[in-house]
């Protein structure tokens, strides 16, 4: 089976920060995801100018589908970049990790996400999503979708509200089953309604944080899995260091967290998200491919950024039983 992924086509700057004076200076709510203009940018790039900083690819679907790849699952990628080294980086990164770029390209500054992390793990986004942005519904042609059994939509696009009913409409008829990751409080938040209209209708699997989850049920996890597995196939409500909860049908059940040391909770929730579609491909049961997905969020907390690093993947492989990849 294979698998697409639609999101925002950014590149990470990651900067660690000493204390959170600096989030509240910006302006940027800590944990939160906020979209910001040219300005903020370069007011954000000033103010982090002497930090320690790291590059990498980035964008939600993007980080779940190359760890989708990296599994061995053929994975492919639709979003927008600009014709500059951001856009080059993001495209050449995609290919390095083994995944088919359907990438448009504009004459525009790629996206960018400036991503804070504070000492206790959080991350918190200045999002300048530039080309990224500018994906729209004539973009999208039914041929994109052939071949794939699945088709992942990151929550942040969910503000783009035509291009997300084209992207679904097109995946139903090309017969793939919908995921959706909700992304982020604020996202949920600021489109609700649009919301509880598609995921009872479209969506076949959703991904839900605690935050995310209350935010569309106004219930804490345990009680939020069962709430949104009445409207989709199978939902997933990830809880951090208090594990996940899964639910399909009557089925609700809870899989603990890895004891690991947190260094970065950034990408989290994306690799969970590869590890248990991964499993759900592969055939695995609902607790198994949350053992997967709990094991590959494990590792990518244990550094900075949403990579997991390059010497845990054989780690990983040999937990799957796939030997080396």
Same mark, same amino acid.
């Given at each position: 089976?294979?698998?697409?992924?639609?999101?925002?086509?950014?590149?990470?700057?990651?900067?660690? $920060?000493?204390?959170?004076?600096?989030?509240?200076?910006?302006? %940027?709510?800590? @944990?939160?995801?906020?979209?910001?203009?040219?300005?903020?940018?370069?007011?954000?790039?000033?103010? !982090?100018?002497?930090?320690?900083?790291?590059?990498?690819?980035?964008?939600?679907?993007?980080?779940?589908?190359?760890?989708?790849?990296?599994?061995?699952?053929?994975?492919? *990628?639709?979003?927008?970049?600009?014709?500059?080294?951001?856009?080059?980086?993001?495209?050449?990164? %995609?290919?390095?990790? @083994?995944?088919?770029?359907?990438?448009?390209?504009?004459?525009? =500054?790629?996206?960018?996400?400036?991503?804070?992390?504070?000492?206790?793990?959080?991350? =918190?986004f200045g999002t300048y999503l530039g080309a990224a942005a500018l994906v729209a519904p004539e973009d999208l042609s039914k041929e994109y979708f052939q071949g794939y059994s699945y088709f992942y939509i990151e929550g942040y696009l969910v503000q783009n509200l035509e291009l997300i009913r084209r992207a679904i409409v097109l995946a139903k008829e090309a017969?793939?089953?919908?995921?959706?990751?909700?992304?982020?409080?604020?996202?949920?938040?600021?489109?609700?309604? *649009?919301?509880?209209?598609?995921?009872?209708?479209?969506?076949?699997?959703?991904?839900?944080?605690?935050?995310?989850?209350?935010? *569309?049920?106004?219930?804490?996890?345990?009680?939020?899995?069962? =709430?949104?597995?009445?409207?989709?196939? $199978?939902? $997933?409500?990830?809880?951090?260091?208090?594990?996940?909860? !899964?639910?399909?049908?009557?089925?609700? %059940?809870?899989?603990?967290?890895?004891?690991?040391?947190?260094?970065?909770?950034?990408?989290?929730?994306?690799?969970?998200?590869?590890?248990?579609?991964?499993?759900?491909?592969?055939?695995?049961?609902?607790?198994?491919?949350?053992?997967?997905?709990?094991?590959?969020?494990?590792?990518?907390?244990?550094?900075?950024?949403?990579? $997991?690093?390059?010497?845990?993947?054989?780690?990983?492989?040999?937990?799957?039983?796939?030997?080396?990849?």
């Amino acid at each position: 089976m294979k698998i697409l992924g639609m999101g925002n086509a950014l590149v990470d700057v990651l900067a660690l $920060i000493d204390n959170d004076a600096l989030l509240e200076q910006l302006n %940027l709510p800590k @944990g939160s995801m906020q979209l910001i203009d040219e300005g903020k940018l370069n007011e954000i790039n000033k103010s !982090i100018a002497g930090l320690d900083k790291f590059l990498a690819s980035g964008g939600s679907a993007s980080n779940t589908i190359i760890g989708i790849a990296r599994l061995g699952v053929e994975a492919g *990628f639709l979003g927008k970049i600009g014709r500059d080294e951001y856009g080059k980086y993001f495209k050449e990164d %995609l290919i390095r990790n @083994g995944v088919t770029p359907h990438l448009a390209e504009v004459d525009l =500054t790629s996206g960018i996400a400036t991503t804070f992390i504070s000492k206790d793990g959080e991350r =918190t986004f200045g999002t300048y999503l530039g080309a990224a942005a500018l994906v729209a519904p004539e973009d999208l042609s039914k041929e994109y979708f052939q071949g794939y059994s699945y088709f992942y939509i990151e929550g942040y696009l969910v503000q783009n509200l035509e291009l997300i009913r084209r992207a679904i409409v097109l995946a139903k008829e090309a017969g793939s089953k919908i995921i959706l990751d909700l992304a982020s409080y604020n996202v949920v938040e600021g489109n609700l309604a *649009f919301l509880q209209e598609i995921i009872p209708s479209y969506v076949d699997i959703l991904f839900a944080n605690e935050e995310e989850a209350l935010a *569309f049920t106004k219930q804490k996890a345990e009680d939020a899995v069962a =709430t949104l597995s009445s409207q989709v196939e $199978i939902a $997933i409500v990830k809880a951090g260091a208090n594990g996940s909860w !899964i639910q399909q049908g009557e089925n609700k %059940l809870h899989v603990p967290a890895l004891k690991v040391n947190c260094v970065d909770t950034t990408g989290a929730g994306d690799l969970y998200a590869a590890g248990f579609l991964y499993g759900l491909i592969a055939g695995k049961d609902l607790y198994a491919s949350g053992e997967y997905g709990t094991l590959l969020a494990g590792h990518v907390i244990q550094g900075v950024g949403a990579k $997991i690093k390059e010497e845990a993947w054989e780690h990983i492989q040999d937990r799957l039983g796939n030997g080396k990849n």
